[in-house]
């Protein structure tokens, strides 16, 4: 099993910062996903990567790939309070290329945006 | 509304005492899986099931049991609980195609299960 660091894993700052979130394997990822979790929720998937050095955007977040795609970070441009939560990345299976299967989550970075 | 459903949501039972955590999805999904989520670990799958009669074990499946005799549902049996099984339960479905952006997993609220 692919083991995931996520870093940090804990974020404090104050609204209107710009934050990073960093996800690193020692292996090659098949494809990396990146997924929010507020309390008493389940995740709920932001994004999917899957070719290197692939740059995503969502409003104000910037997702990327690396180019040797064993790593990806999430940039947050002007945090809010709305954006605190715990971050995931995961990568799938995709042992024969095509599904889910098993999937292998990080530890997390638990984000919190004070007003 | 399309979603995954989960019951119970929360749970206080004692040590042997066999339950079910169901899980229900109204998509059509051929993908369901299992995950306990404890802290500093994010979240670990159980037990995952590619379709209908199709289940295989994920990272920490000891000490539980899944069934998928059908494709809306998906429980998690737990036949004899131990304290070290108190944790947040999510199952989650998708689609069992190449997994892009319009593949989207999607998770239940999570079951709160605490073993004494």
């Known amino acids: 099993t692919q083991l995931l660091e996520q870093s940090p894993q804990f974020l404090s700052i104050q609204e209107g910062e710009n934050l990073t979130v960093y996800c690193n394997s020692s292996?090659?990822?098949?494809?990396l996903q990146w997924y929010r979790q507020e309390p008493g929720e389940g995740p709920v998937l932001l994004v999917t990567?899957?070719?290197?050095?692939e740059v995503k955007k969502l409003k104000r977040l910037t997702f990327q790939f690396g180019d040797a795609r064993k790593d990806s970070s999430l940039h947050i441009t002007a945090a809010q309070p709305g954006d605190t939560g715990l971050y995931l990345c995961a990568e799938p299976d995709n042992a024969g290329g095509t599904s889910y299967g098993k999937l292998t989550f990080g530890q997390g970075t638990i984000l919190t945006v004070h007003p | 509304e399309a979603q995954v459903t989960q019951n119970p949501r929360y749970l206080i039972t004692v040590t042997g005492k066999k339950l079910t955590v169901t899980c229900s999805q109204n998509m059509n999904h051929e993908y369901m899986s299992w995950y306990r989520q404890d802290p500093g670990l994010g979240l670990r799958q159980i037990y995952y099931?590619?379709?209908?009669?199709?289940?295989d074990k994920g990272d920490v499946p000891e000490g539980y049991k899944v069934s998928r005799k059908e494709k809306r549902n998906f429980p998690l049996i737990l036949e004899s609980p131990s304290p070290n099984q108190t944790s947040l339960y999510f199952c989650?479905?998708?689609?069992?195609?190449?997994?892009?952006?319009?593949?989207?997993?999607?998770f239940g609220a999570g079951s709160r299960l605490t073993v004494l």
């Open positions: 990567v899957v070719t290197g050095g």
């Open positions: 292996s090659v990822f098949s494809s």
């Open positions: 099931s590619m379709n209908v009669e199709v289940t």
């Open positions: 989650a479905s998708g689609r069992t195609g190449f997994v892009s952006g319009a593949n989207v997993l999607t």
